[in-house]
């Protein structure tokens, strides 16, 4: 059963941006901490931004100053927005939700960044 559905992804040429989206049930939304991770060919997972339920928010540092992430309560979405993307940015974006050992992750959305 999916739980967490993400859209938004797609090739976007170096400098530009792009917004990712992650919906999700109301339960999962309001309780967990819910974020974004990526993951590069022959790389592992690695964070790129959580946010709490109470708003708290925490970036990987490749991406502080250039992503935002933010909770939209009005639609259980959590969304992703990625400014002055750069090549190494290209990488299948993965959103997850996380509480104490409820851990979900979404399919992934394919994120390249090419001239």
């Known amino acids: 059963q999916v739980q967490l559905v993400e859209s938004g992804g797609g090739l976007v040429q170096p400098g530009g941006s792009l917004r990712l989206s992650c919906a999700t049930s109301a339960t999962i939304f309001s309780t967990n901490t819910m974020g974004w991770y990526r993951q590069a060919p022959g790389k592992e997972r690695e964070l790129v931004a959580v946010v709490t339920p109470g708003g708290i928010r925490r970036y990987g540092d490749s991406v502080k100053g250039r992503f935002t992430i933010a909770r939209d309560n009005a639609k259980n979405t959590v969304n992703l927005q990625m400014n002055s993307l750069k090549p190494e940015d290209t990488a299948v974006y993965y959103c997850?939700?996380?509480?104490?050992?409820?851990?979900?992750w979404g399919q992934g959305t394919q994120v390249t960044v090419s001239s």
């Open positions: 997850n939700g996380r509480k104490g050992s409820f851990d979900s």
